[in-house]
């Protein structure tokens, strides 16, 4: 397979010439939007909130599809291999960088295959454990650890997750001996701790605000770099690690197959920051534990993901992360 380029990062003259006319129709037909994450979890709920205010914007319908598997990978490898015309996006994910840099033979790159449209929310992720768990606090947590080396788990949604990663982080800087347990999905994540399968876990704050509200997992501490407003009593990891590294937050995005006209580009930029500014979108987004964060431009998007590819590199390297 032909290694593709993404034009936006080394510059226009990379963009093939285009019909303008046939750019300036789009779209004529139904839009899908790949989601590579699991039904029902705050990355799926924020595209499907989302598609009806777009679909009034572009004319047509806009269809979100889960493509779940390998921690985002086969939902970014089955749009690489999609037409370059705009109407198969992805949503892209600050995990599709961290699965690349484990696994240099997968059959997508996120920086070469796919041409940016706009970063959408931040999102960090937050240390839950169940309701009923004797850990009060954070320290509780790594003191228990520390006491029982190997005896604790925590869950993700996969390898290279925003879980994973987080929970990762947490065992390395404070040097904790714990065990990962990687599920098919995010949305597991909480059957598992609700099960006893696992004690803790570092899933998105859009999956675990819910939860945490509705009383079945109890917030030890967030990722964000500062407190959350939806958790405002619950500490950031950083200030319990003393650490920068501690600062995580997964960020959603929209990408299409590289070679995307940059007149659909642009339409489609236009269209979803646009919804991006609806009260109600922007509301749906913060309460399923989010912060919309729309892009500039297109451009400033593809700089944002070199800048954050150098950052989860460290942070692999910290955690020792590897693919098996």
Not at 99 to 119: E, G, H, R, V, Y
Not at 159 to 186: E, M
Not at 214 to 223: F, I
Request: net charge positive; hydrophobic share 45%; aromatic share 6%.
């Amino acid at each position: 397979m032909q290694r593709r380029h993404f034009c936006a990062l080394v510059g226009a003259s990379l963009w093939p010439a285009v019909d303008a006319t046939a750019a300036s129709a789009f779209p004529n037909r139904m839009i899908r939007v790949i989601c590579p994450y699991a039904a029902g979890g705050g990355p799926d709920v924020q595209l499907r909130q989302m598609a009806p205010v777009l679909g009034e914007a572009l004319g047509q319908s806009v269809v979100i599809e889960n493509k779940v598997g390998a921690g985002g990978v086969l939902g970014a490898q089955y749009v690489a291999a999609q037409s370059a015309d705009g109407y198969t996006l992805l949503q892209l994910a600050n995990t599709h960088l961290v699965q690349k840099m484990m696994t240099p033979s997968l059959k997508f790159d996120p920086l070469n295959d796919f041409a940016p449209i706009t970063n959408m929310s931040m999102s960090p992720t937050v240390l839950v454990v169940p309701a009923n768990s004797p850990f009060q606090r954070a320290q509780d947590l790594i003191a228990a650890a520390r006491s029982a080396p190997g005896k604790l788990n925590y869950s993700s949604g996969g390898i290279g997750t925003s879980a994973h990663l987080a929970g990762a982080t947490f065992a390395a800087l404070p040097k904790l001996n714990v065990t990962h347990i990687p599920l098919k999905g995010s949305v597991e994540i909480t059957a598992s701790l609700l099960r006893g399968d696992t004690q803790f876990a570092f899933p998105v704050a859009g999956t675990a605000i819910p939860q945490v509200k509705g009383g079945k997992l109890r917030a030890l501490a967030v990722t964000s770099a500062k407190r959350m407003t939806q958790l405002p009593d619950v500490p950031t990891l950083e200030e319990v690690l003393k650490s920068k590294l501690a600062v995580q937050e997964s960020w959603f995005a929209l990408g299409a197959p590289v070679g995307t006209p940059k007149e659909v580009i642009a339409k489609l930029f236009t269209s979803f920051t646009g919804a991006m500014k609806v009260p109600a979108v922007r509301k749906a987004i913060q309460d399923s534990g989010s912060e919309p964060a729309p892009s500039g431009s297109s451009e400033e998007f593809a700089a944002f993901v070199r800048a954050e590819n150098a950052k989860w590199g460290e942070i692999v390297r910290l955690a020792g992360i590897t693919a098996t």
